[in-house]
């Protein structure tokens, strides 16, 4: 089930209504893409909080799908990211509904010291991903549009539109804006200090970039 219910707390209008959504198998990388990944596929770093393993920041949407192209990656939809986020759960957080264990799974404003840091250093979702709630928010595929209200089958968002979405909180972000079903979105050549991004593939696919 994709989106938020009425009841949850700190929930925006726009993360609902709560839809049923059937994916394909695909496989997403464990860790925001790192600096030291998007400086050997671009040849430089934009990063404001420098760091070889610290997530690549200040991409746009554009900045990030010239890296998909040039690897063979793709940016999550809207739907797989969430999918991915929520790793089974229904709950609020992927660890539960009570944000007072956020710090343990999440860099946000309430931990982070007003900065990035290193990924994969807090615990990971079921699904074994890090970061995906906190650190940076995450570039996603699609253009920004109102949730359907009927059962989807790998959506890929509308056909067109002025902005792209973005979903996880960051290193700025209060607890309430690293929720599962939180939506964000930002013009396609918007770069901010608060964003990167993470990449996933079609299953089976045999040639990965490592960390």
């Known amino acids: 089930m994709m989106g938020s219910p009425s009841g949850e707390a700190g929930r925006d209008g ?18 925001e893409a790192t600096q030291a990944v998007w400086e050997r596929v671009m040849g430089s770093n934009p990063s404001h909080f420098k760091g070889s393993d610290r997530p690549v920041q ?22 797989q990211w969430e999918y991915a986020c929520r ?6 957080y992927y660890f539960g ?3 007072s264990s956020l710090g343990d ?7 982070s010291s ?4 290193p990924v994969a250093k807090k615990n990971p979702n079921a699904y074994g991903l890090y970061d995906i709630a906190g650190n940076v928010g995450e ?25 792209r979405i973005g979903r996880g909180g960051g290193w700025c972000d209060g607890a309430s804006g690293c929720r599962s079903a939180r939506r964000d979105y930002w013009y396609p050549n918007f770069r901010g200090v608060n964003l990167g991004f993470r990449v996933c593939c079609a299953y089976p696919k045999s040639q990965v970039i490592d960390k």
């Open 114 to 117: 007003s900065q990035t840091h």
């Open 139 to 163: 570039w996603c595929s699609d253009w920004y549009g109102s949730y359907p209200s009927n059962s989807a089958t790998d959506p890929v968002g509308p056909k067109d539109g002025s902005s």
């Open 87 to 92: 790793a089974g759960t229904q709950t609020a």
């Open 14 to 31: 726009d993360e609902g209504p709560q839809h049923q959504v059937t994916l394909s198998p695909y496989l997403m990388s464990k860790t």
């Open 58 to 79: 200040e991409v746009s949407w554009e900045d990030c799908a010239s890296f998909c192209e040039k690897t063979g990656l793709a940016l999550p939809t809207e739907a």
């Open 97 to 99: 509904n009570d944000s």
């Open 105 to 111: 799974y999440e860099w946000y404003n309430g931990n």
